[in-house]
């Protein structure tokens, strides 16, 4: 980071544009750098990103007020890097620098959103104009904004009113006050017809709204194509049918899933199928099919209508944009102008494009694509997510990890499709064990499906306790595997966001490296019980701590193995037979060999007996039965923290 021209004799020095350039070509910042440097009244904080993927990840930052972006980049080029920028940060003004001075690609460029396009080789010569275009940037994005919320107020204030006389009308209408006439039904009816018209203009405007405002929320899963387009297409069916015009619907079996927002898809759909039913005469045809690209899905929605001229098409996706389309029978069916741009921008949330092909006289196809659904991006971007969400709650977002010990040999053994269904088998077992309280966590799997993987909204303790659960429950359920039923031994790690990584490739070489090394111990513990469900518990969750566990069923077991091998940290049941837990402290701490290793009480007993004891309460570490695991291992990392492990 670096400052440009600070002023402290301008009020506004102390609060410089903070400018994001995105440029891989160090000459090409460097003349940014000089160009901005020359501009002394405008003080600049300058950031730069020489890779896209470098500068989305400072923009979710937040605090930019201005993108300078290089369109030809090494990880996105042209047009395409605009459209990640602009879905990352909606709300920030983007200057285009090109070192092209091609006329189309800055119109599109303006079209898809940029506010500016300069070409870097004139910033040589007229240095001012980059300061310049910052400047009117953003204003022009402030006055935009300003619109926006205008619209959006106006929108928000109309509805009261509106569901009011809706309401009311609906009462007349069905004679709730009194009989009607036909004259005055015929009437009433106009009147709802223009209400629910109404309605749709300003749901239309409160989508646009949203969205400008980068408030518009993806409720993404995993969504079968043909259900999909059949529900839409039935929903549509009766205004075609109206119409004369045939509704026909072409998709083929077999198509991948995808992962996406239903009810958006389904409004985009509903946005094209209308607007071609809208300008089709009958008797005509609308056809709506889905191909398979190699990336993608491609959506098409053709029609025998009017068509449209070509020097419309450019303007066809802009907001508040009509074109001179015109069909017999739709007087009265001018809307808002912002279906398709709607459309446009959704599709775009979704990392798709759309388009359209038409002339007039021989009808229009609209044709938009969705990227296909795949496991591995899937994963990316549902971490990516939820580090997003932790990061603006300020919260702990965390990776559970489990991989079956010895995979490469099991499945040399096995077999591929026998230790794919195991894995599957495994899937299922693990979505069984996780407690999806409010929905937050998620089961996915990694690399090439071998590992199962557990996304979850939990701090670094609920995350190892959740995994000291999964691996104690995992490991005692038997297995098919072939014609044997085993139990098998899992490796399960955790990774958490901040606390041991602030992004996700940092979070994911840490599990990695814990899945590949072999622990090592941070602690001798031993665990003093009579009951062996609890030892097996304890030994199970410290264990997957890295800690070197021993346990003892007895107290006169437990000072033997304390005369053979000392520990770091006692966790000592009081209600035991033969030996109480108040004989076993007090004989440890009498011991000159023993009396230094800290004691943490666990018991079912209602009430501490500090007199038994013979200490002051605040004087020893205390767990009360019944425990929460992560409250448990907690209390062994104070302790441990407060007494270090001998080596």
Not at 414 to 422: H, N, P, S
Request: charge should be negative.
């Amino acid at each position: 980071m670096e400052i440009l021209n600070p002023n402290p004799r301008r009020p506004d020095a102390s609060h410089p544009i903070r400018a994001l350039l995105i440029e891989d070509a160090a000459e090409d910042a460097q003349l940014v750098r000089e160009a901005l440097a020359s501009q002394q009244d405008l003080p600049i904080e300058l950031l730069h990103a020489d890779r896209l993927s470098t500068g989305l990840a400072r923009l979710t930052e937040g605090g930019v007020d201005v993108i300078l972006l290089d369109l030809v980049l090494p990880d996105s080029q042209g047009l395409e890097t605009l459209l990640k920028v602009r879905h990352h940060a909606p709300r920030v003004p983007v200057v285009i620098l090109t070192a092209s001075d091609d006329e189309a690609v800055a119109v599109q460029a303006l079209q898809q959103g940029a506010q500016d396009h300069l070409v870097k080789a004139s910033l040589q010569t007229s240095r001012h104009l980059l300061g310049r275009s910052i400047r009117y940037a953003i204003e022009r994005h402030r006055v935009e904004r300003l619109k926006d919320e205008f619209v959006n107020t106006v929108s928000h204030e109309l509805r009261t009113p509106l569901s009011t006389i809706q309401e009311f009308t609906g009462i007349l209408f069905d004679q709730i006050s009194g009989p009607l006439t036909d004259e005055q039904r015929e009437y009433l009816a106009i009147i709802r017809s223009n209400i629910e018209r109404l309605t749709r203009m300003i749901d239309n405007l409160l989508d646009m709204a949203r969205i400008d405002a980068g408030h518009a929320v993806l409720r993404k899963a995993v969504t079968e194509i043909e259900p999909l387009v059949e529900l839409t297409v039935q929903s549509i069916r009766p205004l075609a049918k109206n119409k004369g015009i045939e509704l026909e619907v072409q998709v083929p079996d077999e198509l991948p899933p995808l992962y996406a927002d239903a009810d958006k898809v389904t409004q985009v759909l509903i946005n094209l199928l209308s607007n071609a039913i809208k300008f089709t005469s009958g008797p005509g045809r609308v056809t709506v099919s889905v191909s398979e690209g190699e990336s993608d899905l491609a959506f098409r929605v053709a029609d025998t209508g009017i068509g449209i001229a070509e020097d419309d098409v450019p303007k066809l996706f802009e907001k508040f944009s009509r074109v001179q389309q015109h069909a017999a029978g739709d007087e009265g069916t001018r809307g808002t102008g912002l279906g398709l741009a709607i459309s446009k921008r959704l599709v775009e949330l979704h990392g798709g494009r759309i388009g359209v092909a038409s002339r007039l006289g021989q009808g229009s196809t609209f044709t938009f694509t969705l990227p296909k659904y795949h496991e591995t991006e899937l994963f990316h971007e549902l971490f990516q997510a939820g580090i997003e969400k932790a990061k603006q709650q300020q919260g702990r977002f965390s990776i559970v990890v489990l991989s079956v010990q010895n995979f490469q040999a099991l499945r040399a053994r096995c077999g591929a499709a026998e230790t794919a269904r195991l894995l599957n088998e495994v899937e299922g077992a693990l979505r069984g064990v996780v407690r999806r309280r409010d929905g937050g966590d998620l089961v996915l799997r990694w690399r090439r499906g071998e590992m199962v993987v557990v996304l979850a909204e939990a701090d670094r303790d609920g995350a190892q306790a959740m995994a000291a659960r999964v691996k104690r429950v995992l490991e005692q359920r038997p297995f098919t595997v072939g014609s044997e039923t085993l139990r098998l031994p899992f490796l399960v790690v955790t990774a958490t966001y901040p606390d041991e990584g602030t992004t996700e490739l940092e979070l994911l070489r840490l599990t990695e490296r814990r899945l590949q090394q072999p622990a090592q111990a941070k602690g001798r513990i031993m665990v003093v019980d009579d009951e062996a469900k609890i030892r097996q518990l304890l030994r199970q969750a410290l264990e997957l701590q890295d800690y070197d566990v021993f346990t003892a069923a007895s107290g006169p077991d437990a000072l033997e193995q304390l005369r053979r091998q000392p520990v770091d940290l006692v966790l000592l049941d009081l209600m035991m037979p033969v030996m109480d837990g108040y004989e076993v402290y007090h004989l440890i701490k009498e011991n000159p060999k023993t009396k230094e290793i800290p004691v943490i009480i666990v018991t079912a007993k209602g009430e501490r007996k500090d007199r038994q004891l013979g200490i002051n309460g605040a004087a020893y570490n205390y767990v009360a039965k019944p425990f929460e695991i992560e409250t448990l291992l907690a209390k062994v990392r104070e302790v441990l923290v407060q007494q270090p492990v001998k080596p």
